[in-house]
């Protein structure tokens, strides 16, 4: 089946720096990911929309400043959350499209000290 | 607009017992709808899916069917075990929002021998 990569799987940083998040289609091609953030015991929040060779679409109140996306080709996808502050501090979760069925990478657990 | 509406956790149920989680959903179009599940600090896990009135998705004993005159994707497993301890979570896309999707809340469900 489709396989969906992220890397890091978890990652500790120290307020004010950047820190890239990858991630990766393995065996498929996905003009289309996603970008979901979850905090403790909640729900997943669409955070963007990432377009390969285009820009992203981010959702409503998601500083596209703070949260730089790049989808760089078909099968990568970069987060990299700039200035990190610690309520940036969360569980970010990608997806990628095949079809018409999304499929999700296993997370990076970011935490800002 | 798209949403999905689910019960509210948590839910602890004793070995072997029947398990039900409701969801209800609000949709422009014509949906699939999808359960996921999420182990701790893991990312999501496509547990079953439908993609048309009366489909039911079935899965390692879980069920569900998507009831159009109800618009509901109730989750049921005849007999739980420990293991399957984890968050469930319904979802549904829509082709005409790019497969975007929108998830429910969450349902935390305890499994206790």
């Known amino acids: 089946g489709a396989v969906v990569s992220q890397h890091p799987s978890w990652v500790i940083c120290k307020s004010g720096t950047s820190v890239k998040i990858e991630c990766r289609s393995l065996?498929?091609?996905?003009?289309?990911m996603f970008w979901y953030r979850q905090f403790p015991k909640q729900s997943l929040m669409l955070m963007a929309t990432?377009?390969?060779?285009?820009?992203?679409?981010?959702e409503q109140g998601v500083e596209k400043d703070k949260f730089l996306i790049n989808h760089a080709s078909l099968t990568l996808s970069t987060l990299t959350v700039t200035s990190a502050h610690p309520e940036d501090s969360s569980f970010y979760i990608c997806?990628?499209?095949?079809?018409?069925?999304?499929?999700f990478g296993p997370g990076t657990r970011l935490t800002v000290t | 607009g798209n949403s999905v509406t689910q019960m509210e956790g948590p839910v602890t149920l004793s070995e072997e017992a029947f398990l039900t989680i409701n969801c209800t959903y609000t949709?422009?179009?014509?949906?699939?709808l999808f359960w996921y599940v999420q182990y701790p600090g893991e990312g999501l896990q496509l547990l079953l899916k439908?993609?048309?009135?009366?489909d039911k998705g079935s899965n390692k004993g879980f069920e569900a069917t998507y009831r159009k005159e109800t618009t509901s994707f109730h989750l049921e497993k005849g007999s739980v075990q420990v293991s399957d301890s984890a968050v469930y979570f319904c979802?549904?896309?829509?082709?005409?929002?790019?497969?975007?999707?929108?998830f429910g809340t969450g349902t935390s469900l305890t499994v206790i021998p």
């Open positions: 997806s990628a499209n095949l079809v018409y069925e999304q499929y």
């Open positions: 065996d498929f091609q996905a003009t289309t």
């Open positions: 990432s377009n390969e060779g285009s820009k992203a679409t981010y």
């Open positions: 949709a422009t179009g014509y949906p699939s």
């Open positions: 439908a993609t048309k009135a009366d």
């Open positions: 979802a549904l896309s829509e082709r005409n929002t790019g497969n975007q999707f929108y």
